[in-house]
């Protein structure tokens, strides 16, 4: 199985050049540190920052340079700050090419929740209902199962949702799936993992053609 940054790396393979991508707080955050040769993209914090890097090294953290998860950043040549209003216009104006995005629940056409778990304190709703709202290509990182080992790809979500049929790709600790009208496309296997572990673990109708071949994430 893949941890946090397994899943990241495998995520990151999926960025094209030129790209404008949004990460969501957690295991998206850790993409801006494995972006592939030979490519630039930028990305965008709904907080403001336009031009993210790389986590910084332990000594060279400025408070004042933060994503939305309230993190320390490092900015690229040419980043840019600006205000919530003007981010979110770029969000809603769908000048975002990929967002990547955590859930704590996905269904097999497409829905997410990600944002608030019943009777549980919360911040508030953030801005994945915007961003789920107005991208065109979104990928979920997530654990395959919760912490009771229930799986999280489900028929139907039963936590609030954060958007309606709007997710294209998941990249989980044991797998890469697609969205489809059919359910979910087993597109790659976690080393090490089986197909028949992958199926004891989801929930949601699992679609399986032909050989299912290993993730490479080097």
Not at 11 to 29: Q, R, S
Not at 76 to 95: C, E, N, P, W, Y
Not at 209 to 218: K, S, T, V, Y
Request: proline share 4%; charged share 20%; glycine share 12%.
């Amino acid at each position: 199985m893949l941890d946090k940054t397994g899943i990241a790396k495998r995520i990151a393979k999926e960025l094209k050049d030129g790209y404008f991508v949004n990460l969501g707080i957690g295991i998206p955050t850790l993409v801006a540190n494995y972006i592939p040769t030979g490519i630039e993209v930028e990305f965008q914090s709904e907080n403001g920052v336009l031009g993210m890097g790389p986590f910084p090294f332990e000594g060279d953290e400025d408070a004042d340079i933060i994503n939305a998860g309230k993190q320390t950043i490092t900015t690229l040549k040419g980043a840019s700050f600006f205000d919530s209003v003007t981010s979110f216009a770029m969000i809603r104006g769908q000048h975002v090419d990929l967002t990547i995005l955590g859930a704590m629940e996905v269904s097999e056409n497409g829905d997410i929740a990600n944002w608030k778990i019943p009777g549980k304190m919360v911040k508030g709703m953030g801005g994945a209902m915007d961003l789920v709202a107005s991208a065109e290509n979104i990928i979920v990182a997530m654990m395959h199962t919760n912490k009771r080992g229930e799986s999280k790809l489900l028929k139907n979500c039963s936590l609030p949702l954060t958007g309606v049929g709007c997710v294209k790709k998941i990249v989980t600790n044991l797998a890469v799936l697609e969205v489809t009208n059919k359910g979910f496309k087993l597109l790659e296997r976690a080393p090490g993992v089986s197909v028949e572990d992958i199926q004891k673990a989801t929930e949601g109708t699992l679609l399986i053609e032909g050989d299912i071949p290993e993730m490479i994430l080097n």
